[in-house]
C-alpha cells in the first residue's frame, strides 16, 4: 500500500521524471479523497517543489485517456492565461514531463504516477470562512468555465462516464442496497428513506437539459473549494484537480462549490446541530460567479443553479452512502464509519438547505438583477 510507501520509494519514483533540483523530502500532502498526494520539497532556492501524485486506478481506469484530458485542458488554459495581462500571478497546473517523453509513469508494479510543479505561497481551504475567499472561489470557477468555453469537448474523454447522473448514481445506491455486501443496510433505513423521499425532485437539471434547455459545457466536475488554490491575500491562485474535466451542465459545479462553501462545518462533520448555512458565504460565491459567467450563461443556466445547490449535497450523500454499503473501496476513509459520517453531514445540509430555500432563490435573484442578467 502506498500509505506504507517510504521516502526512498518516493525519491525512486521521482526518478522517473524531468525535474530540477535536488529532492531531500517526501511529505503526504493536502486532504484530497482520491489520489495519494506527496510534496516533493528540492534543496535548492532557485529550483521548483513538486508534487507528486499517485492516480487512483480503482476510480480512473484509464490514465493514458485521463492525462490526454490533462494535457489538453491544461495547455489550452495555458493560453488564456498568458492572454490575460490584468492577472500575471494566475498559474495553470503544469505537469513534469516523464522521463520517456510520456505524462505520467508506470511503475512495475502497474501503479500510475504524475508529478506537477508545485504552486507556491498557495492555500487550499476545506472549510471557507471569509466573503472574500468565497467571491474568489466563485470568479475562480466562473472564469474556468469561460475559459474552457472554446475548447473543442470531442477532444475530452469521458473519464467517468455518468459522473454527474443522478439517475445513475441512485441506480448504484439501489444495487448496493440490494447486495448489502457488508450488512450495514439495517442501519441506514432512516437515511435511505430521506433519499427516497427526494428522488423525484433531484431529476429536473436532467428533465430541464432533455428538453434542450440546458446546453452541455466543460466543466470542472469536482468544485470543491479546496480544489482552488489561493494566494496570501486569498486571491485566486490557480484552480487544481482538473481529473474530472468533462462536459456537464454549470449548476453542477456551482452546486458542489456551494455544497462545500455554505456549510460553517466540515463536510464530515459529525455534530450535526453544527451545520448551519452562512448565507454571506453564498451570496459572495453567486457574485463572484455572476460577474464572470454571468455574460456566457443562457437564462435556463440561471434558473438551473438554484437546482444544483440542492442537488449536489444530495448525490455526494447518495455517493458516500453507495460506498459506505459496498465497503468503502472509492473514498479514502479514516474509520469504518466515516462514509456514514459524511452522508448524514451531507444530508443534514440538505435539509438545512431545503428549510432555506426561497432565502437562497432571493439571493440568486438579486445578485443576477444587479449584474443586469
Ligand atoms: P485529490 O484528487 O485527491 O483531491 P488534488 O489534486 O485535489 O487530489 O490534490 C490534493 C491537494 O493537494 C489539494 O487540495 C491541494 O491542497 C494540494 N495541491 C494539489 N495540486 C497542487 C499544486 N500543483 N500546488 C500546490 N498544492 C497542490
Ligand atoms: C472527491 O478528489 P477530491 O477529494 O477533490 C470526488 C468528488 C467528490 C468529493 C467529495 C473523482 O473529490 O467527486 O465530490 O471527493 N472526486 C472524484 O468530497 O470522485
Ligand atoms: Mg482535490
Not at 75 to 85: G, Q, R, S
Not at 343 to 367: C, K, P, W, Y
Amino acid at each position: 500500500m502506498f500509505q506504507n510507501s517510504s521516502q526512498h520509494d518516493l525519491l525512486q519514483i521521482i526518478q522517473h521524471f524531468s525535474f530540477q533540483g535536488t529532492p531531500v523530502s517526501a511529505k503526504a500532502f493536502g486532504s484530497g479523497h482520491i489520489n495519494d498526494t506527496f510534496l516533493i520539497e528540492t534543496r535548492e532556492k532557485e529550483y521548483k517543489d513538486y508534487l507528486l501524485q499517485r492516480i487512483n486506478l480503482e476510480v480512473f481506469h484509464d490514465p493514458d485517456k485521463l492525462m490526454s484530458n490533462i494535457r489538453l485542458v491544461t495547455t489550452h488554459l495555458l493560453t488564456k492565461v498568458i492572454a490575460d495581462k490584468k492577472h500575471p500571478d494566475r498559474k495553470v497546473l503544469t505537469l513534469v514531463p516523464a522521463i520517456d517523453g510520456t505524462w505520467f509513469y508506470r511503475s512495475d508494479s502497474g501503479q500510475a504516477w504524475r508529478m506537477y510543479d508545485f504552486i507556491d505561497g498557495s492555500k487550499s481551504y476545506d472549510v471557507v470562512k471569509t466573503t472574500q475567499q468565497a467571491s474568489e472561489g466563485g470568479r475562480a470557477f466562473g472564469e474556468f468555465q469561460k475559459q474552457l468555453a472554446d475548447l473543442d469537448a470531442a477532444l475530452i474523454y469521458e473519464v467517468i462516464p455518468y459522473f454527474h447522473h443522478i439517475g445513475h448514481r441512485l441506480d448504484s445506491l439501489k444495487k448496493a442496497v440490494g447486495r448489502d455486501v457488508f450488512g450495514r443496510k439495517a442501519g441506514v433505513e432512516a437515511e435511505l428513506d430521506f433519499i427516497a423521499k427526494r428522488e423525484n425532485d433531484m431529476f429536473t437539471i436532467l428533465d430541464m437539459a432533455a428538453s434542450g434547455q440546458l446546453p452541455l459545457r466543460i466543466i470542472h466536475n469536482d468544485t470543491k473549494f479546496n480544489n482552488v488554490l489561493l494566494d496570501q491575500h486569498d486571491r485566486v491562485k490557480c484552480v487544481i484537480d482538473l481529473d474530472t474535466v468533462m462536459p456537464g451542465y454549470v449548476a453542477y459545479d456551482f452546486g458542489d462549490a456551494i455544497r462545500t462553501i455554505i456549510n460553517r462545518a466540515a463536510e464530515d462533520e459529525p455534530n450535526l446541530d453544527k451545520i448551519t448555512l452562512n448565507m454571506p458565504l453564498f451570496e459572495a460565491y453567486t457574485q463572484g460567479y455572476m460577474e464572470k459567467a454571468g455574460d456566457f450563461l443562457v437564462r435556463a443556466e440561471i434558473e438551473s443553479l438554484l437546482h444544483g445547490v440542492f442537488l449536489l449535497p444530495y448525490m455526494q450523500a447518495v455517493r458516500f452512502l453507495t460506498d459506505y454499503l459496498e465497503g468503502d473501496i472509492y473514498f479514502k476513509t479514516e474509520h469504518g464509519a466515516h462514509n456514514l459520517q459524511r452522508t448524514r453531514a451531507q444530508l443534514r445540509l440538505l435539509f438545512e438547505l431545503e428549510a432555506h430555500r426561497s432565502e437562497l432563490e432571493q439571493i440568486i435573484g438579486q445578485v443576477t438583477q444587479s449584474q443586469h442578467f
